[in-house]
């Protein structure tokens, strides 16, 4: 369906972008659109996957659907973040808002067949979160959070559990030695690791 | 007819109540005419350019209520520049001036300052009611003005408004012997909130029904303003976190126990889902629930909630629900009228939240549905058709795919035939929304069958002019067109100039369509009002070069020519 058959076509043609069937690609023009066409797809929703410097040319591309393979193999390359284009999805600000203040991040409880997912954006403090790790592993386990103290322990089999993260660094640290908001930041998982077992971080 | 003195049509006037009855007695003759402008309290404004304060007046003298329209609604998604207009105050420095009875006002998508609040808490002593949909412009500063002023208040109704919060006092500012409130809804406001003086004004408003309140009032609060208002119709709570353990919590549904009255819940804006069972005895009365601005609320945990909710008519929630809850929402709620799936993350949109097949499921579940609107992944032609066929009463159809041009998954091909059945079954249907891969077929569709239609919203469909020339043409109770990144220009555009004095307004961007067809229609149509909306670099629009493309156009009827209030990069023609 693409024009390449026979034709040599500049590697700018070649580009991996999602086109709408049938949508007619004008000749040139600047970035930024000034001459008000409606916006090339490419900019919309970018699932390009290809370099920043020729964006510019993949929305006036002159293929059909869009479907072709790029050769540069951008494979080695993360996906660019998608953009996000005004107007769409068609979702009010305060709704934007709600969502955007999610920093959803995993919770393993050692022992546990699996693995749970906190918002940490939910919480204020220590305490709340604390509290919602206990529930939401109490169908699993009957831990308990002591008050004043940051730890669980297993009333069952005495089995006393840390709250544990691992930081930006890679680094495995107690829940509650820094700041809250410093630790919502850095806090990529976390880990309720039995005590015994958390001997370096003490 | 048989002669009856003025006052006796009046009487029966007085029965009819909606706006677009009101309208059509008042084309019945002459004389009904007069009688009814002169006893209408209650006026309707879908776009407050399209009159002004003095004529509205003019005509209706005995005005007491307002509901005003600024910004077209895809301002909501942040198309239309913030100073594009939609004041309000001149509207109530006029009516201030000419001394106006006015009770209640109810303002959408308009600016609203402090000035415009504080001149209207001084001019109306018998001011009751403030409702304010998605405007902006004001601060506390302007809401203090409101509770201190008006003597009668009874309603003070904020929904999803920007407001500049200014953490004064404002909530203080309600008089000692203010006991008149009946709804107050502050839950958009970000700021603190003084908590004692919140429970003291619950405590001396016998008469209060409806309760929304804002993140920063925490459960310790709900659970003693609960046991001072057990009578609220409708409730939304604020952050609703606690330890389960607590004596608070255990007060909490105590309180709760109490409250049978309550109809409507929503909130739950920081939550801990473990201490939602203190709601179930509530839910089983409940004919309305918006968990929409719960993302803390897992699908799980949100099905236990709804199995409660067994004669819900109104559902909000986010679609982290999935299908499969969607499927026990048409299990248990058999009374569902309205639905609104919302999406939860927008940044990932590859993970599956719905899909069709949780729509298919509420329909067939759900005989009373006749208003959706459903965010999604994915959806397929067959799903659209069932869905019709369960169906066939919706009002209001509102679909939006993520991946907005997005084919049926199955059978790779665009959505016009599920469309399509989707107007051809719903004899009644009056809004519609539009997503996924579309060419012009579904728009034929729409021109043949959707002849109730009266607002169609349109994105990335379209192949050609011929799309939006079929429903111009078939639709003729069209009153509002949007569209957006769609394939139409000059030709669709200017085919049927007159068709838009039919209409309210129509919006166009990221189209076709060129700065000569808009002169054009602004030269054949005196009566419309056309507006180009520039953002951009005002050196690289041309106003001399008519074969550019136009960015944004919003043309609307207007009886009052162009406006004296547009910004910059508003062009009117």
Redesign the interface.
């Known amino acids: 369906m693409s024009k390449e058959n026979g034709k040599h076509l500049p590697e700018s043609e070649t580009k991996l972008t999602?086109g709408?069937?049938?949508?007619t690609r004008g000749p040139t023009t600047e970035v930024?659109?000034?001459?008000?066409?409606?916006?090339g797809?490419s900019e919309?929703?970018d699932l390009n996957v290809e370099s920043s410097s020729e964006k510019q040319h993949s929305k006036n591309s002159d293929h059909d659907d869009g479907f072709v393979i790029d050769h540069e193999a951008s494979a080695s390359r993360p996906p660019p973040p998608?953009a996000?284009v005004?107007?769409?999805?068609?979702?009010?600000?305060?709704?934007?808002n709600?969502?955007k203040s999610?920093k959803f991040i995993k919770v393993g409880l050692d022992g546990a067949p699996y693995l749970r997912k906190v918002?940490l954006e939910?919480?204020?403090s220590y305490h709340?979160l604390l509290?919602?790790l206990q529930?939401m592993f109490s169908s699993c386990l009957t831990i308990r959070n002591f008050l004043n103290e940051r730890k669980f322990m297993d009333p069952v089999n005495g089995i006393e559990y840390l709250p544990t993260y691992e930081d930006k660094d890679g680094d495995w640290m107690l829940v509650g030695d820094v700041p809250w908001k410093m630790f919502v930041e850095s806090c990529k998982r976390l880990r309720l690791m039995k005590s015994s077992e958390a001997i370096g971080l003490r | 007819m048989s002669y009856f003195p003025d006052e006796v049509i009046e009487h029966v006037f007085d029965y009819v109540t909606t706006h677009k009855d009101r309208n059509a007695l008042s084309l019945v003759c002459r004389w009904w005419y007069r009688i009814e402008r002169l006893s209408r309290q209650r006026v309707f404004i879908g776009n407050c350019y399209a009159i002004s304060p003095e004529r509205t007046l003019a005509r209706f003298p005995a005005l007491r209520s307002l509901t005003l329209k600024g910004k077209p609604h895809f301002a909501d998604f942040n198309l239309v520049p913030q100073d594009w207009g939609g004041f309000v105050f001149p509207w109530i420095e006029n009516f201030a001036r000419s001394r106006v009875a006015l009770e209640e006002l109810r303002l959408k998508r308009m600016i609203v300052s402090d000035e415009s609040l504080e001149l209207l808490s001084r001019s109306f002593p018998n001011f009751k009611s403030l409702v304010l949909v998605s405007c902006e412009g004001f601060t506390t500063d302007g809401l203090a003005a409101i509770a201190a002023n008006c003597r009668q208040l009874r309603e003070l109704d904020l929904q999803e408004n920007e407001i500049d919060d200014h953490r004064g006092q404002w909530l203080s500012c309600f008089p000692d012997n203010c006991t008149s409130l009946v709804s107050l809804n502050f839950a958009c406001l970000k700021g603190e909130i003084n908590l004692a003086t919140l429970e003291r004004l619950v405590a001396r408003s016998p008469n209060l029904k409806v309760l929304r309140l804002n993140r920063a009032v925490p459960l310790d609060t709900l659970q003693k303003i609960l046991m001072k208002a057990p009578q609220l119709v409708d409730l939304g709570t604020g952050s609703y976190l606690t330890d389960p353990h607590s004596e608070t919590y255990s007060k909490l549904k105590i309180a709760l126990l109490k409250c049978q009255s309550i109809r409507s819940l929503s909130g739950f804006l920081d939550v801990l889902p473990r201490c939602l069972p203190a709601f179930y005895p509530v839910c089983s009365n409940l004919t309305s629930l918006n968990l929409s601005y719960a993302p803390g609320i897992h699908g799980s945990e949100l099905i236990k909630l709804i199995r409660h909710c067994v004669k819900l008519q109104r559902l909000w929630i986010l679609d982290c629900i999935g299908d499969n809850g969607l499927a026990v929402v048409a299990s248990f709620c058999k009374e569902l009228q309205e639905l609104r799936v919302f999406p939860s993350d927008l940044n990932d949109i590859g993970h599956a939240a719905v899909t069709e097949e949780g729509l298919v499921a509420i329909s067939a579940g759900c005989p009373k549905l006749h208003s959706l609107l459903y965010f999604c992944q994915q959806m397929t032609n067959a799903a659209l058709i069932t869905v019709a066929k369960n169906c066939p009463n919706f009002i209001r159809f509102r679909l939006c795919i993520l991946d907005p041009k997005k084919l049926d998954p199955v059978t790779a091909k665009p959505l016009d035939e599920g469309f399509g059945a989707i107007v051809q079954a719903c004899k009644s249907l009056r809004r519609l929304s539009l997503s996924g891969g579309l060419t012009d077929q579904v728009f034929l569709y729409i021109g043949m069958y959707a002849e109730q239609l009266e607002m169609l919203s349109v994105a990335f469909a379209g192949e050609s002019d011929k799309g939006m020339l079929y429903v111009l043409n078939g639709c003729k109770k069209l009153r509002k067109l949007e569209i957006m990144d769609s394939a139409f220009g000059d030709v669709a555009l200017l085919t049927d100039v007159g068709k838009y004095e039919t209409m309210r307004s129509l919006w166009m961007s990221s189209c076709e369509v060129t700065l000569g067809a808009c002169k054009m229609v602004a030269r054949k149509m005196p009566s419309l009002n056309v507006e180009i909306i520039n953002e951009h670099d005002q050196t690289e629009f041309c106003p001399d070069d008519d074969e550019q493309k136009v960015e944004k156009m919003y043309l609307y009827r207007t009886m009052v020519g162009p406006r004296n209030d547009a910004p910059e990069f508003v062009w009117t023609l």
């Open positions: 999602l709408l069937p049938g949508e930024g659109g000034k001459s008000g066409t409606k916006r797809f919309t929703i998608k996000q005004v107007g769409w999805p068609p979702v009010r600000a305060s709704r934007k709600v969502m999610c918002d939910m919480y204020n709340q509290t919602a529930d």
